[in-house]
């Protein structure tokens, strides 16, 4: 029923008190916990239900910097130390196990670390050495076996998480990495049972013969701060990628892209106050643009609604969603509770009944007023 809402109204209630710029946020599939990452070194772990259902409120003097709906104050439930080789290390990315069995997160030397969370909180399990700057993005796959990177040495990695090994690079990027997202349409439960059913294999993905790592999703995109934007089928090494092009005369900078829920479109994020818009089957040239007023300063941080209908876009002066159906009359709203500051992440659960922004630069440009705002959705 939410999925297939016309419209959303979102407002912001709580704030996750910090005192400095938050690169990075992740949360369990259910939102039962939410972590973020920045500037301090610190990996915080909030117990987002508490949270939202006002078990710690702000006092006065907290709430003076809020927008009036703003009067829950985040419920911290613990965090550790992001240190690399024994010093602090600012949290440029992380991406969490969906129950927050583990957590990696990306180092600013360009090592990965996996930590434990849910047993012996904080423990680094393992590190993933390999990129040579700071990782700016990590994904684990949707079956969880995988985990992809993206760092400023411009490299996309995919690692096998069962044996910790590099499985292959994807070549194409001429600058830093800003986005990564699987299509999320494919349903990894149906690939696996597809796979190994012996009653009828002519239904199964094809793959290349002798290729060795598996994955349950073969569309990744990655997207870059040059402004490219890149599709790749993971299932063929040896496939030259997708490529999305800007349109004629746009400056390079694309700090964020996601997908529709549907999988269909992609969304990419501009420096001069626009969305790109394309479609998935239909060449290489945006379909549309979305153009924000001409202050509103880059976008920074773009996530969908599933409703396909709805974007969450942000930039510099507020946070925003599209009406992406609406023709005639105003198409967008404004969110209350951001402005002037560089939003890092935009995150929406898959029901979109909560949503979690942050503001950060990710150490790229911009300046950040520490802000991190949790808001509920609502059908309308």
């Known amino acids: ?41 610190y990996i915080k772990r909030w117990d987002f239900a508490a949270t939202m259902n006002g078990r710690q409120m702000m006092t006065q003097g907290q709430r003076h910097a809020h927008v009036d709906s703003v009067s829950k104050a985040g419920v911290m439930a613990g965090y550790w130390e992001h240190s690399d080789n024994d010093v602090l290390s600012p949290v440029f990315s992380m991406d969490v196990q969906a129950q927050a069995l583990w957590l990696v997160s990306g180092m600013q030397s360009g090592r990965i670390a996996l930590w434990s969370v849910r047993h012996d909180e904080g423990r680094k399990l393992h590190v993933l050495s390999k990129h040579r700057q700071p990782v700016s993005v990590l994904r ?25 090994r590099l499985a292959r690079s994807f070549a194409g990027h001429a600058s830093q990495i800003s986005s990564i997202a699987f299509q999320p349409t494919w349903d990894a439960a149906k690939y696996n049972a597809l796979k190994n059913s012996p009653a009828d294999d002519s239904q199964a993905p094809a793959e290349n013969e002798g290729f060795d790592f598996k994955t349950p999703s073969p569309v990744l995109m990655t997207a870059s701060i040059d402004g490219q934007c890149l599709l790749w089928d993971v299932r063929m090494r040896a496939a030259l990628p997708h490529r999305f092009d800007p349109p ?29 818009e394309y479609e998935f089957n239909q060449g290489n040239q945006p379909v549309r643009s979305l153009r924000l007023p001409p202050n509103s300063g880059p976008v ?9 209908r709805s974007l969450i876009c942000c930039s510099t002066d507020n946070v925003r969603m599209w009406d992406l159906d609406e023709q005639k009359g105003v198409r967008f709203m404004v969110i209350p509770g951001h402005h002037g500051s560089t939003v890092s992440c935009a995150l929406v659960d898959e029901a979109a009944r909560f949503m979690v922004t942050a503001c950060g630069n990710r150490g790229w440009d911009g300046v950040s007023n520490n802000v991190c705002l949790c808001y509920e959705i609502e059908s309308v």
């Open 140 to 164: 684990i796959s949707p079956d969880e076996r995988g985990l992809v990177s993206g760092a400023w040495d411009r490299a996309v990695l995919y690692w096998d998480l069962d044996s910790g």
């Open 248 to 276: 004629p005369r746009t400056p390079p900078w694309a700090a964020s892209a996601c997908w529709s829920p549907d999988g269909k479109r992609i969304f990419v994020g501009r420096r001069n106050n626009t969305v790109d």
């Open 1 to 41: 029923q939410r999925a297939q809402s016309r419209r959303y109204e979102v407002v912001p209630t709580a704030a996750l008190l910090n005192a400095y710029q938050i690169h990075t946020l992740t949360a369990t599939a259910d939102m039962r916990w939410v972590f973020s990452g920045g500037a301090d070194g």
């Open 300 to 308: 920074t941080a773009l996530a969908a609604l599933p409703n396909n």
